[in-house]
């Protein structure tokens, strides 16, 4: 999971906004019975899809943050895509 000060790649700061704005849509959809995303984008039901679809594949993008891209600190890559070199038992980093 995400932590606080954690650095993120671009694609996973994308995933954490469409995370956000699903969970916010369910937490309306819950209290209000009021579907945000539908008040927007129901008149094009191929772009409401579109829109369930990215924050379901963003879920997964978080939950797979461990495994991300060669930018992501959390994954202890490098900018080049190599694994940062972890120190020997006993040595300070």
Known sequence: ???????MCGLHKAAA????????NWGLVGLLKFNLVMTLLGSWPLAERAAYV????????????????????SCGADMGGEKKASPAPGQKM
């Open 1 to 7: 999971m995400m932590m606080k000060g954690m650095k």
């Open 17 to 24: 906004a469409l995370v956000l704005v699903g969970a916010l």
């Open 54 to 73: 990215l924050v379901g594949l963003s879920a997964v993008a978080m939950l797979m943050a461990g495994k991300c891209c060669a930018k992501c600190d």
